[in-house]
């Protein structure tokens, strides 16, 4: 069974500039989530979706982050425009339905802006 | 608002020690999860605990879940090279996502 993906592995902007990541989770798993990792610190989650649909963004900086999962499978993050503090490792997982099953969790992609 | 603290943030044992890391949350939790994020790797799942003062055993590793469910344990016996990484609890308090702890980074000296 294939894992989460996710691309890139590792991207470095300058601050300002607009950067987009992209998951594609285990086949048949309802539930996506999009966690910011910041070195030495647990996954925060930003956003999660069931399905389509979004269930939580309470964390999402939505003046400069959006994400969409168009039909309920990929995903793509998106940081417009990018500022300093957003270095992190940005990491997808999924879940058969919900936070009662196992997340698998991404590779992540390391962001680092300058 | 709605935390899960861990503690040691840190620790060090000899090869052969047993290590403990403890989670613990300010409000009742609807089920609690344990991953484990080797250096430089992503988290990976290795248990849920869902009732009241459940115990699970994983060869080398206990789980436990306190009876208020706010609080919860990882105890591994005799630690091995492979232990290492960073050991996150992540708590459910029933808006039906999880919230990660501050991890434990364990170390292990040979």
């Known amino acids: 069974e294939a894992g989460v993906a996710q691309s890139p592995r590792y991207k470095i902007i300058e601050k300002r500039q607009s950067v987009a990541f992209w998951c594609n989770p285990i086949s048949g798993h309802a539930t996506l989530y999009w966690y910011q990792q910041i070195l030495g610190q647990g996954p925060k989650l930003l956003i999660q979706f069931q399905n389509n649909g979004v269930v939580d963004d309470s964390q999402l900086p939505k003046d400069r982050f959006s994400a969409e999962r168009l039909k309920g499978v990929d995903s793509t993050l998106k940081i417009q425009p990018a500022k300093l503090e957003d270095s992190a490792v940005y990491l997808c997982?999924?879940?058969?339905?919900?936070?009662?099953?196992?997340?698998?969790f991404g590779p992540g992609t390391r962001l680092t802006v300058l | 608002g709605q935390q899960v603290m861990q503690i040691p943030q840190y620790q060090h044992v000899q090869e052969g020690e047993d290590f403990t890391t403890y989670c613990n949350s300010s409000t009742t939790l609807s089920n609690i999860q344990w991953y484990k994020q080797r250096p430089g790797g992503h988290p990976v799942f290795l248990i849920q605990l869902v009732k009241s003062g459940e115990v699970k055993k994983q060869k080398r590793l206990t789980f436990q879940f306190g009876e208020a469910k706010k609080n919860s344990s990882l105890h591994i016996t005799a630690t091995q090279t492979t232990d290492v990484g960073t050991y996150f609890c992540a708590g459910n308090f029933g808006n039906e996502k999880l919230t990660f702890g501050t991890g434990t980074r364990l170390t292990i000296i040979p």
């Open positions: 997982a999924s879940s058969l339905d919900g936070t009662y099953n196992e997340q698998f």
